[in-house]
């Protein structure tokens, strides 16, 4: 156990000790589905901080962040703002999220992606919902609706991405691909799409059709949840 052995100076180990070893048993029993955000992030931060009470550092995370996935999503230089967290822990929340977002995409690579949607869902939120810029990416997948690739292909600001249909369409064709996914968040956190948003789709979607390429959606992400542009029958 993470910091076992310690002592105060009257010679007792410290109080959260035994805190800790009732939070691990009713993980191990009831699952994470019986655990509060905070006490997630308190299992996650026994390791990297074993010489201190994690819960309150964790209290603290949730409520500036307002949830595990928020905490997770934070940049790094604001995670390691918070009292008693530092930059070392930060790094290690981010390895985390990290380690998460591959796996995620590990679901959806060489699978069919209209198969797989919330998989998919899952993936783009989990790497792009809580960014502070705007980033642009895109799926691109083979006859079969298999992804060949993923990439960010611009970074924006706090509320613009410049975005190239030619390029999104010259990019496809290099990689062979016959159909795409365009991908993008709104660091405002309300994923509801902007005139900007559907005209640009609309373009990218005229530019590629021709050459045999499908745009079969593109998904809009925030910290409010995301849209489908297909969905709303937007495209």
Known sequence: ???????????????????????????????????????????????????????????????????????????????????????????????IAAASSRMLKGEIRNKQILGSWSSVIDYCRTSMAFEEKELFRILFLDKKNAL??????????????????????????????????LVHNHPSGDPTPSRADIEMTKTVMDTAKPLGITLHDHIIVGKDGHVSMRGLQLI
């Open 148 to 181: 060949i690739a993923d990439e960010v292909q611009q970074t924006g600001t706090i509320d613009h991405t410049p975005v190239y249909p030619r390029e999104v369409v010259k990019r496809a064709l290099e990689l062979s691909a016959t159909a795409i996914i």
């Open 1 to 95: 156990m993470a910091g076992k052995g310690l002592k105060d100076s009257a010679g007792n180990a410290p109080h959260y000790h035994g805190h800790r070893d009732r939070l691990r048993e009713r993980f191990k029993t009831a699952g994470a589905e019986a655990l509060a955000d905070y006490e997630l992030l308190e299992l996650l931060l026994f390791r990297s901080i074993p010489r201190r009470d994690t819960k309150p550092i964790a209290k603290q995370l949730i409520e500036r962040f307002g949830s595990l996935s928020e905490v997770m999503g934070a940049p790094e230089h604001l995670l390691s703002e918070v009292t008693g967290l530092g930059a070392s822990s930060a790094a290690d929340l981010k390895l």
